[in-house]
Antibody, heavy 118, light 108 residues
Framework: QGQLVESGGGVVQPGRSLRLSCAAS????????MHWVRQAPGKGLEWVAG?????????YYADAVKGRFTISRDNSKNTLYLQMNSLRGEDTAVYYC??????????WGQGTMVIVSS | SYVLTQPPSVSVAPGKAARITCGGN??????LHWYQQRPGQAPVLVMY???DRPSGIPERFSGSNSGNTATLTISRVEAGDEADYYC???????????FGTGTRLTVL
């Protein structure tokens, strides 16, 4: 049915950068749009960014991260990325990699924790 | 931006029905999905296109969406249904995906 495994989280100082990766398996990665959704500690879900199935096409960003985060994918490696620059304390969250199908987020990874702190 | 409002908490006795609402301006005109998040786990899609269940989701879960309110109904609630539930839509005016504020379902 498909699996998503995130990596790259950790503790980073404000203003620094971090790149998250998401390895997909068990489905045709190149056929699906992919997204990142985050959840701050004790808070609800927040959509972060999305990318269409083909690498060079449309990308979408939440206002809170636009201009600082970049979503990308490498279909030859079945991998989704999130480059996060100029990190802030409010970016502290669990970041989930999510598959987009039938207009819904149908497969979720287990998440990777990002803590922005000095 | 589009806002989806959910009650913070809903409590129900085992075997009874739980109804979790999701309010938004003319939400009935949008395609709506529901996610269940058990403590310490990643979210799981439990309802899509208002009232379609993914494979593996029990028939006890059903949905409706009309006017300004969408509802997720869980009949014959079990202890394992205790979780946070989130509604979600796509806001075509901004090309953003929006989640509801979330509802914690407690099984008494």
């Amino acid at each position: 049915q498909g699996q998503l495994v995130e990596s790259g989280g950790g503790v980073v100082q404000p203003g620094r950068s971090l790149r998250l990766s998401c390895a997909a398996s068990g489905f045709s990665f190149r056929s699906y749009g992919m997204h990142w959704v985050r959840q701050a500690p004790g808070k609800g879900l927040e959509w972060v960014a999305g990318i269409w199935y083909d690498e060079g096409s449309n990308k979408y960003y939440a206002d809170a991260v636009k201009g600082r985060f970049t979503i990308s994918r490498d279909n030859s490696k079945n991998t989704l990325y999130l480059q996060m620059n100029s990190l802030r304390g409010e970016d502290t969250a669990v970041y989930y990699c999510v598959r987009f199908s039938e207009e819904a987020f149908d497969i979720w990874g287990q998440g990777t924790m990002v803590i922005v702190s000095s | 931006s589009y806002v989806l409002t959910q009650p913070p908490s809903v409590s129900v006795a085992p075997g009874k029905a739980a109804r979790i609402t999701c309010g938004g301006n003319n939400i009935g005109s949008k395609v709506l999905h529901w996610y269940q998040q058990r403590p310490g786990q990643a979210p799981v899609l439990v309802m899509y296109f208002d009232n379609d269940r993914p494979s593996g989701i029990p028939e006890r879960f059903s949905g409706s969406n009309s006017g300004n309110t969408a509802t997720l109904t869980i009949s014959r609630v079990e202890a394992g249904d205790e979780a946070d539930y989130y509604c979600q839509v796509w806001d075509s005016s901004t090309d953003h995906y929006v989640f509801g504020t979330g509802t914690r379902l407690t099984v008494l």
